[in-house]
């Protein structure tokens, strides 16, 4: 079984700044891994996903993510934020290979103050 | 640029009703699913449905719960008699052949008095 802490319900941010969201899992199979974010009142949109080859990820919007299999974390990470990255975001994993399942953490609410 | 659908954005029933959740998945995906979020706590999975069949459910998709695919677009979720704990925001997700993303829809949030 799959399981996925992210460390911090919220993070606040001034715009500009620099931002981290964390992600650590747990799994005894190889994963595929995922950072969604829900923008309010919308549906779940797909940031970045790490499936195999370089550890560092680019998704939209400016965002990047890094695989770490020693500390089994995939932390998220965008070098200067805007207001418009407001948002819930959400770490999950499934295994690399049978069920499709995603196994979700509970999610970092990141406001950015201007 | 195609999107999954759900409806109604929000339902409001009695403990002991019947609702029915629908969704509409991305035109040519083959694989679908719904997961739940109650709230202030963590998105889970519920079922996933493949070729007119379920193909994983999770211990909270128990005998009250069903999904069926009535139609070419539409497919649904069914909870026969509600509790106020199935009170949550459902999510539907669909996926393509050979494709590793998930596309959500924006949910139905369900209240349950």
């Known amino acids: 079984a799959q399981s996925v802490t992210q460390l911090d319900s919220q993070v606040p941010v001034f715009e500009e700044a620099p931002v981290e969201l964390r992600c650590n899992y747990s799994s005894s199979v190889s994963v595929y891994l995922f950072w969604y974010v829900q923008y309010p009142n919308q549906g779940l949109q797909l940031l970045l996903k790490y499936l195999s080859g370089s550890t560092l990820v680019k998704g939209i919007n400016g965002f990047e993510a890094e695989f770490n299999k020693s500390q089994t974390s995939f932390h998220l990470r965008k070098p200067s934020v805007h207001i418009s990255d407001t948002a819930e975001y959400f770490c999950?994993?499934?295994?690399?290979?049978?069920?499709?399942?995603?196994?979700f953490g509970q999610g970092t609410r990141l406001t950015i103050n201007p | 640029e195609p999107e999954v659908t759900q409806t109604p954005s929000h339902q409001v029933t009695q403990m002991g009703q019947e609702v029915i959740l629908r969704c509409v998945p991305i035109s040519n995906h083959l694989y679908f699913y719904w997961y739940r979020q109650i709230l202030g706590q963590k998105v889970e999975f519920l079922v996933s449905?493949?070729?007119?069949?379920?193909?994983?459910k999770s211990e909270i998709f128990d005998d009250q719960f069903s999904v069926e695919r009535p139609d070419g677009s539409n497919f649904t979720l069914k909870i026969r008699s509600t509790k106020l704990e199935d009170s949550a925001m459902y999510f539907c997700?669909?996926?393509?052949?050979?494709?590793?993303?998930?596309?959500f829809g924006p949910g139905t949030r369900l209240t349950v008095l």
């Open positions: 449905f493949y070729n007119n069949e379920i193909s994983e």
């Open positions: 999950a994993v499934r295994p690399s290979q049978g069920a499709q399942k995603l196994v």
């Open positions: 997700a669909s996926r393509g052949q050979g494709a590793n993303e998930q596309f």
